[in-house]
C-alpha cells in the first residue's frame, strides 16, 4: 500500500531531550516536507525537500533540523525541544510535477 | 491579512444539500490544493488545481487564476463529509488557509 509512515504516533518529552520524529515514504516520491498544526494557527511549513541531499526552510523552521540521506526517509530533529514546540506534527510526500501530496498520519508531540 | 483565506469559517448542512466553500488568494501561485482533514486528524488531499475544473464523485472544486479565488462544491452532502476542509497554495513551500469546519446533519 502507497503511505507515508511517521512514527511515532504519539510522544510526551519533556524540554531539551534531543528527539527524532521519523518519516519514510514507499512511493519514490522526490518532494517531502513537514509541517505543524497549531489551534488558531492552523499548518504551517517547518521544512521540505526537493530531493536528496536538497532541503529548504519553511515558515518556522527555528529549534527544528532535518536530513534527507535516502529518497524514501525525511527525519524531523528537535535538539532540544521546548514546550512551544508542542504541536501536532504531519510529513507528507509527493512525486514531480502537478501531483498532490500524500500525508502521514501525524505525530502528536507534547515537550513539558 | 492572511495570503489565503477562507470562508465559512464553520459550515452546517443538511444531509443533500449542495455546499461550497470559497478560497481567496493573494500570492502568485504555481498550484492550488483542496485538503481534508477528519476529526481524527488524517489528512487527505483532494485535488491539486493549476486551472479550470477537477471532479471527483460529489466533490467538484473550480479555480479562476484571474481572480485568485477556488471553490470546493459538495453535491448532495452526506454526514460522512463532516471534517475540516483547507486551501492551501503553492508547492514547495505551501501556505495554508485556516480551514473550513463542515458539519453535515442527518
Known amino acids: 500500500e502507497a503511505q507515508v509512515t511517521q512514527n511515532p504516533r504519539y510522544l510526551i518529552t519533556v524540554t531539551g531531550k534531543k528527539l527524532t520524529v521519523t518519516c519514510s515514504q514507499n512511493?519514490?516520491?522526490?518532494?517531502m516536507s513537514w509541517y505543524r498544526q497549531d489551534p488558531g494557527l492552523g499548518l504551517r511549513q517547518i521544512y521540505y525537500?526537493?530531493?536528496?541531499?536538497?532541503?529548504d526552510k519553511g515558515d518556522v523552521p527555528e529549534g527544528y533540523k532535518v536530513s534527507r540521506k535516502e529518497k524514501r526517509n525525511f527525519p524531523l530533529i528537535l535538539e532540544s525541544p521546548s514546550p512551544n514546540q508542542t504541536s501536532l506534527y504531519f510529513c507528507a510526500s509527493s512525486r514531480e510535477g502537478n501531483y498532490g501530496y500524500t500525508f502521514g498520519s501525524g505525530t502528536r508531540l507534547t515537550v513539558v | 491579512k492572511n495570503e489565503v483565506e477562507q470562508s465559512p469559517q464553520n459550515l452546517t448542512a443538511q444531509e443533500g444539500e449542495f455546499i461550497t466553500i470559497n478560497c481567496s488568494y493573494s500570492?502568485?501561485?504555481?498550484?492550488l490544493h483542496w485538503l481534508q482533514q477528519h476529526p481524527g486528524g488524517g489528512i487527505v488531499s483532494l485535488f491539486m488545481?493549476?486551472?479550470g475544473k477537477k471532479k471527483h464523485g460529489r466533490l467538484i472544486a473550480t479555480i479562476n487564476i484571474q481572480e485568485k479565488h477556488s471553490s470546493l462544491h459538495i453535491t448532495a452532502s452526506h454526514p460522512r463529509d463532516s471534517a475540516v476542509y483547507i486551501c492551501?497554495?503553492?508547492?514547495?513551500?505551501?501556505?495554508f488557509g485556516a480551514g473550513t469546519r463542515l458539519t453535515v446533519k442527518p
Open positions: 492551501a497554495v503553492g508547492w514547495n513551500d505551501m501556505r
Open positions: 525537500s526537493m530531493n536528496v541531499e536538497v532541503t
Open positions: 512511493m519514490n516520491h522526490e518532494y
Open positions: 488545481l493549476s486551472s
Open positions: 500570492v502568485g501561485i504555481s498550484a
